[in-house]
């Protein structure tokens, strides 16, 4: 029985029990895909990051769903460069992953961690008929990219009354719902649903801003933004369209030691 350290860290936060949770191991390489899963399963978090060391302050990163693996994750990529930097003892300021949505990194700013995506520009799409019964309510606009359907929404308060029905978000062509409006004390909010991969409402999404912010930035005119996402726990990201780049600057904190037996 071999034994796996791992942590847990709440991104997109400054305290404990808010943000977006993520459990991060660092692996001498990568077990098989089934075992992975499981673990995933285990930790019964929205993402649970793997990574490999392939050089100084790089590493080859994947993340897993209780559901499955998921091509791009920010939340979990900053919760890794979190950790790399401050509990597993990488020195240096920044960390480059190598994923399958290309290279991404972190970058520690004083007590912010600063995490670079690249921007998925949405294009429109026919608005499917499982969508009203998704949200109950009809989209202003409804776009795509890769796995992400973005309703946009009139307004905040409408966002906030969103109650999903989880079966008619799983029959939409993508698996990702997000829903996106203006927001009253930031520029946008958002939420974002994923039953199909074990993610009733993610807590805030890296990866949904990703898209997001390009649409908001064409939209407002300007590309520097402050968003929240309106999950139950909250999480709150300053945004940056930057050559072809999503920037996301928050908080993250440590919330959890512990260790896999098998």
């Known amino acids: 029985m071999n034994e796996y350290p791992y942590v847990v860290v709440d991104a997109f936060t400054d305290r404990p029990f808010a943000g977006n949770p993520a459990a991060v191991m660092v692996l001498d390489a990568f077990l098989p895909d089934d075992l992975l899963q499981n673990i995933a399963i285990e930790h019964n978090l929205a993402e649970t990051a ?22 791009l994750c920010g939340h979990a990529t900053m919760a890794s460069g979190f950790a790399l930097m401050t509990e597993y003892g990488v020195e240096g300021d ?82 990702e719902l ?3 409006a203006r927001g009253e004390k930031t520029d946008i909010v958002s939420r974002l649903f994923a039953p199909e991969l074990g993610i009733p409402e993610d807590p805030f999404t890296g990866a949904l801003h990703a898209v997001a912010v390009p649409y908001w930035a064409e939209k407002l005119g300007r590309n520097t933004l402050t968003a929240h996402q309106a999950s139950a726990r909250g999480g709150d990201a300053e945004c940056e369209l930057a050559d072809g780049r999503v920037i996301l600057r928050g908080q993250a904190v440590l919330t959890m030691r512990g260790s896999l037996f098998f």
């Open 50 to 71: 793997f990574l490999v060391k392939r050089g100084e302050a790089q590493y080859d990163l994947r993340w897993f769903t209780p559901g499955g693996e998921v091509p």
């Open 178 to 180: 997000g829903i996106t």
């Open 94 to 175: 920044e960390v480059a992953f190598e994923t399958k949505s290309g290279t991404l990194t972190v970058r520690r700013e004083g007590e912010r961690f600063v995490l670079n995506l690249p921007a998925q520009k949405p294009e429109p799409m026919e608005n499917p008929p499982s969508l009203k019964a998704a949200i109950d309510m009809e989209a202003e606009e409804v776009l795509v990219f890769g796995h992400i359907c973005l309703a946009v929404l009139e307004s905040e308060e409408a966002l906030r009354s969103v109650v999903p029905d989880q079966a008619a978000i799983s029959a939409l062509p993508v698996p």
